[in-house]
T-cell receptor, first 114, second 115 residues
Framework: AQSVTQLGSHVSVSEGALVLLRCNYS??????LFWYVQYPNQGLQLLLK??????LVKGINGFEAEFKKSETSFHLTKPSAHMSDAAEYFC????????????FGTGTRLQVTL | NAGVTQTPKFQVLKTGQSMTLQCAQD?????MSWYRQDPGMGLRLIHY???????DQGEVPNGYNVSRSTTEDFPLRLLSAAPSQTSVYFC??????????????FGDGTRLSIL
């Protein structure tokens, strides 16, 4: 079965600093990987996805993630944090043939300070 | 398009009561699912459906029941509410049931408290 590990339940960065949120996955077959963002009292919104095309994936709001098979990682980055980026971020994995079922990590709450 | 609509947004129940959480989507998506979100545990899959008339269990199905009589609707039933079912519930849908990398679209959630 597939799984996702997000390192760091809370990450704090200064406005303008680099954002790095870590995600490692486990899967016996080539996976599909997703990053979702959740703002307070809202549902989840897709940031970006990896579906075996380009390994560097660009998403919305300036975020990007790089799929590294050798490291089984899919870390999320943004060069310069903005106050509006404060939210909870979830990494998720699905594999072909499993009816689109997503397995989520436990989430990382991003705090952006002045 | 409204996307995925969940009702109610908030609900308080007493232990032993039953209720139905409603979920509707207007995107003609085949795949629909229910998750619960608990602090520090991410989202866990309760039940899912790959089309009308077809449902299956996810990771945490006990105490919940689902049915899918139409493409649009996927209600979640709590049979006899327990305090352990206090959570935020999310419904999601996606175009492809075959794990083809289609993203899921989420509703805004139902916040449920069981006293």
């Amino acid at each position: 079965a597939q799984s996702v590990t997000q390192l760091g339940s809370h990450v704090s960065v200064s406005e303008g600093a680099l954002v790095l949120l870590r995600c490692n996955y486990s899967s016996s077959v080539p996976p599909y990987l997703f990053w979702y963002v959740q703002y307070p009292n809202q549902g989840l919104q897709l940031l970006l996805k990896y579906t075996s095309a380009a390994t560097l994936v660009k998403g919305i709001n300036g975020f990007e993630a790089e799929f590294k098979k050798s490291e089984t990682s899919f870390h999320l980055t943004k060069p310069s944090a903005h106050m509006s980026d404060a939210a909870e971020y979830f990494c998720a994995v699905s594999v072909p043939g499993t009816a689109s079922k997503l397995t989520f990590g436990t989430g990382t709450r991003l705090q952006v300070t002045l | 398009n409204a996307g995925v609509t969940q009702t109610p947004k908030f609900q308080v129940l007493k232990t032993g009561q039953s209720m139905t959480l409603q979920c509707a989507q207007d995107m003609n998506h085949e795949y629909m699912s229910w998750y619960r979100q608990d602090p520090g545990m991410g989202l866990r899959l309760i039940h899912y459906s790959v089309g009308a008339g077809i449902t299956d269990q996810g990771e945490v199905p006990n105490g919940y029941n689902v049915s899918r009589s139409t493409t649009e609707d996927f209600p979640l039933r709590l049979l006899s509410a327990a305090p352990s079912q206090t959570s935020v519930y999310f419904c999601a849908s996606s175009y492809s049931p075959g794990g083809a990398g289609q993203p899921q679209h989420f509703g805004d959630g139902t916040r449920l408290s069981i006293l």
